[in-house]
């Protein structure tokens, strides 16, 4: 191991200033992280046939992961195998991972098939196994622990932890007992993960006696300390159960385990002390944090933001805000969001549409989030001809990651029946020809609507048979009732 840390120690001080600059992960992100300008730069690394070294073709997998650039770490991992670079075990399992990502399951499948049997050990199938956990397939995760069991595949924490986490996903915590108990007659180690679903488990049976016994065991078995995430997870527990005062005891805990400063343990901190409605707290933390990190990110002022709206101090929200308006490097909408989304809960409209239109002015356009705000508010109002453009403005503009943006049952339903009260067959219409730009199929219950609305309305539609059958859609008994008068000539 020393010898392979001085070789690439060695092989790196040799390459150029210029290149340690331009190192490939930096050339990937240099226009930004999303999807599109990543895949660009990576099109243009791959058509330029660049040498790049093994250790930093994985570090950039490893950052596109973190991205959720599933596919651009996919595409450079295939790339590179094509280029004759060995691929480890280890680089093996992170592509099956990538491969189920972006592929599906059946194709993460089909590569594990391939694999030689040399590769298929404790890290393939892990990663196999992690994959159905996250898809909450827990017959073909059962089985393929079995397997492993079978093949006599060491178990280390990981695969219990992915089963347990499935379990807890499922609603079926009572199952995760028997595997603690197997984990200690197998005498595989817990780590802090499995202490955390294990008290996560016994919470959603509102045993909370049984949280406290697993942190003490955790104590006497004294292999494990117990860190930050553990008393974060302790304190949500009784947050959750409404036992305030504990909670605060979990946090003072936690606080004495964030000797590194981490950053997601001060959001928490901030966070789970807002839940339990100490706004003293709250500032305290804060002020910490800051001291910490001067150039504060702006993912704790909007979580501190939210905090402080959700505890009703919108004087102290709209303080961090100027605060963090005056200094960031990058106006992100959607801390501006948070704001816009308190002002429209107390009905101050204009404010929020102010600081919507300051907010485009600093080059933050407006998101799927902030629509959706104006949305509930106009829907609430009764508003339906300015919830539509909403909706449509929604659409357009989509969610950030590239996926489209679609409106939930409870909103179509809502706007259809209002059309249909109105007996508005064009304002249905075009409502039906903003969700097709939103979706590749319309519910049933859309077309059903709209045939009410024509019969409502005393409006014909001759091709309304021949539209049904093209889009596929099945009518109840009662609607093709009524198009015997919606389809005459």
Same mark, same amino acid.
């Given at each position: 191991?020393?010898?392979?840390?001085?070789?690439?120690?060695?092989?790196?001080?040799?390459?150029?200033?210029?290149?340690?600059?331009?190192?490939?992960?930096?050339?990937?992100?240099?226009?930004?992280?999303?999807?599109?300008?990543?895949?660009?730069?990576?099109?243009?690394?791959?058509?330029?046939?660049?040498?790049?070294?093994?250790?930093?073709?994985?570090?950039?997998?490893?950052?596109?992961?973190?991205?959720?650039?599933?596919?651009?770490?996919?595409?450079?991992?295939?790339?590179?195998?094509?280029?004759?670079?060995?691929?480890?075990?280890?680089?093996?399992?992170?592509?099956?991972?990538?491969?189920?990502?972006?592929?599906?399951?059946?194709?993460?499948?089909?590569?594990?098939?391939?694999?030689?049997?040399?590769?298929?050990?404790?890290?393939?199938?892990?990663?196999?196994?992690?994959?159905?956990?996250?898809?909450?397939?827990?017959?073909?995760?059962?089985?393929?622990?079995?397997?492993?069991?079978?093949?006599?595949?060491?178990?280390?924490?990981?695969?219990?932890?992915?089963?347990?986490?499935?379990?807890?996903?499922?609603?079926?915590?009572?199952?995760?007992?028997?595997?603690?108990?197997?984990?200690?007659?197998?005498?595989?180690?817990?780590?802090?993960?499995?202490?955390?679903?294990?008290?996560?488990?016994?919470?959603?049976?509102?045993?909370?006696?049984?949280?406290?016994?697993?942190?003490?065991?955790?104590?006497?078995?004294?292999?494990?300390?117990? @860190?930050?995430?553990?008393?974060?997870? #302790?304190?949500?527990? &009784? $947050?959750?159960? +409404? /036992?305030? =005062?504990? %909670? !605060?005891?979990?946090?003072?805990?936690?606080?004495?385990?964030?000797?590194?400063?981490?950053?997601?343990?001060?959001?928490?901190?901030?966070?789970?002390?807002?839940?339990?409605?100490?706004?003293?707290?709250?500032?305290?933390?804060?002020?910490?944090?800051?001291?910490?990190?001067?150039?504060?990110?702006?993912?704790?002022?909007?979580?501190?933001?939210?905090?402080?709206?959700?505890?009703?101090?919108?004087?102290?929200?709209?303080?961090?805000?100027?605060?963090?308006?005056?200094?960031?490097?990058?106006? @992100?909408?959607?801390?501006?969001?948070? #704001?816009?989304?308190? &002002? $429209?809960?107390? +009905? /101050?409209? =204009?404010? %929020? !549409?102010?600081?919507?239109?300051?907010?485009?002015?600093?080059?933050?356009?407006?998101?799927?989030?902030?629509?959706?705000?104006?949305?509930?508010?106009?829907?609430?109002?009764?508003?339906?001809?300015?919830?539509?453009?909403?909706?449509?403005?929604?659409?357009?503009?989509?969610?950030?990651?590239?996926?489209?943006?679609?409106?939930?049952?409870?909103?179509?339903?809502?706007?259809?029946?209002?059309?249909?009260?109105?007996?508005?067959?064009?304002?249905?219409?075009?409502?039906?020809?903003?969700?097709?730009?939103?979706?590749?199929?319309?519910?049933?219950?859309?077309?059903?609507?709209?045939?009410?609305?024509?019969?409502? %309305?005393?409006?014909?539609?001759?091709?309304?048979?021949?539209?049904?059958?093209?889009?596929?859609?099945?009518?109840?008994?009662?609607?093709?009732?009524?198009?015997?008068?919606?389809?005459?000539?």
């Amino acid at each position: 191991m020393a010898l392979q840390q001085f070789s690439r120690s060695k092989t790196v001080a040799k390459r150029s200033k210029k290149y340690l600059e331009e190192a490939l992960y930096k050339r990937l992100f240099k226009d930004g992280s999303s999807e599109v300008s990543v895949r660009h730069q990576l099109n243009q690394f791959i058509k330029s046939s660049k040498r790049v070294y093994k250790w930093e073709v994985g570090d950039t997998i490893k950052k596109l992961r973190q991205r959720n650039r599933y596919y651009p770490a996919l595409k450079l991992s295939e790339t590179m195998a094509r280029r004759g670079m060995n691929m480890t075990v280890s680089d093996q399992a992170i592509h099956l991972d990538l491969v189920a990502k972006t592929r599906g399951i059946t194709a993460a499948e089909n590569y594990f098939i391939d694999l030689h049997e040399t590769s298929k050990n404790h890290l393939s199938y892990g990663a196999l196994l992690n994959c159905y956990c996250k898809e909450l397939m827990t017959e073909k995760a059962e089985a393929l622990v079995d397997k492993m069991k079978e093949l006599k595949i060491a178990l280390s924490s990981m695969p219990y932890n992915s089963l347990m986490t499935l379990y807890t996903k499922t609603g079926q915590p009572e199952k995760i007992p028997s595997i603690i108990q197997e984990m200690k007659a197998c005498d595989v180690m817990m780590d802090s993960y499995t202490y955390n679903v294990w008290m996560r488990a016994l919470a959603a049976v509102n045993d909370i006696s049984g949280v406290e016994r697993v942190i003490e065991e955790m104590k006497r078995d004294g292999r494990v300390a117990g @860190d930050w995430t553990t008393y974060s997870n #302790l304190a949500s527990i &009784y $947050v959750d159960a +409404g /036992l305030f =005062e504990k %909670a !605060e005891r979990a946090l003072k805990e936690l606080e004495k385990r964030n000797a590194c400063k981490d950053l997601s343990a001060f959001q928490f901190l901030i966070t789970l002390y807002g839940r339990t409605g100490n706004l003293l707290e709250v500032y305290r933390v804060w002020r910490s944090l800051r001291l910490a990190f001067p150039k504060t990110a702006n993912i704790s002022y909007l979580n501190m933001i939210q905090v402080l709206v959700n505890l009703k101090d919108l004087p102290g929200a709209e303080k961090c805000f100027r605060e963090w308006e005056s200094g960031c490097s990058t106006y @992100d909408i959607r801390v501006a969001n948070v #704001l816009i989304k308190a &002002y $429209v809960s107390e +009905g /101050l409209l =204009e404010r %929020a !549409e102010e600081l919507k239109e300051r907010a485009r002015r600093r080059g933050a356009k407006p998101n799927a989030k902030t629509c959706e705000i104006f949305l509930d508010y106009y829907l609430k109002k009764g508003e339906f001809k300015l919830s539509v453009d909403c909706v449509a403005n929604a659409i357009s503009i989509g969610k950030g990651d590239g996926r489209k943006w679609v409106p939930s049952s409870d909103i179509i339903g809502m706007l259809m029946k209002h059309f249909e009260q109105e007996k508005d067959v064009d304002g249905a219409e075009d409502f039906v020809e903003i969700l097709k730009k939103a979706v590749d199929v319309v519910a049933v219950e859309v077309f059903e609507s709209l045939i009410r609305t024509y019969a409502a %309305a005393g409006r014909t539609s001759p091709a309304m048979r021949h539209r049904l059958k093209m889009e596929n859609v099945e009518v109840s008994e009662a609607i093709k009732k009524l198009l015997e008068a919606v389809c005459v000539e």
